[in-house]
């Protein structure tokens, strides 16, 4: 999606401080961290919400989530983490395509 800012950062022409990446997806720091860990894990294929995956995709699916606890880990979340995937306007995203953030740390916020 040539308008998409993940993909732009996929792509390298958007910079981006990446934290881990395999065939399947990217991983890099949030631009506007909420808390003192903020990670987000993008597909490389471009899906722009959640509610337009399909059951072709349950494997990167997966993939995705069970490398969330991996990926905590290893920014020091030892104690657990929060996940937060958006989903549309009615769901707060503001980026279309797919990305599940990762927050911890001392600083997290409490939902309002
Ligand atoms: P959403 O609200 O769509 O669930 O989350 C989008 C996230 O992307 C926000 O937390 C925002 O701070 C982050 N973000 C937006 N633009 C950029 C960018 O250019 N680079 C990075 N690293 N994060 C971004
Ligand atoms: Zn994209």
Do not use: W
Not at 46 to 75: G, N
Not at 81 to 90: D, E, K, L, V
Request: aromatic letters at 6%.
């Amino acid at each position: 999606m040539s308008d998409c800012i993940f993909c732009k950062i996929l792509a390298g022409d958007i910079p981006s401080t990446k934290v881990f990446e395999d065939d399947q997806i990217y991983v890099f720091k949030d631009l506007y961290p909420k808390a003192d860990v903020h990670l987000l894990v993008i597909p490389k294929l471009h899906i722009a919400r959640l509610d337009e995956a399909k059951t072709e995709h349950a494997d990167l699916l997966a993939h995705m989530m069970l490398s969330l606890p991996t990926l905590a880990k290893s920014q020091g979340l030892d104690t657990g983490f929060r996940t937060i995937i958006n989903t549309g306007p009615g769901g707060g995203q503001e980026v279309d395509h797919l990305h599940i953030h990762i927050l911890g740390g001392s600083n997290l916020p409490g939902f309002k």
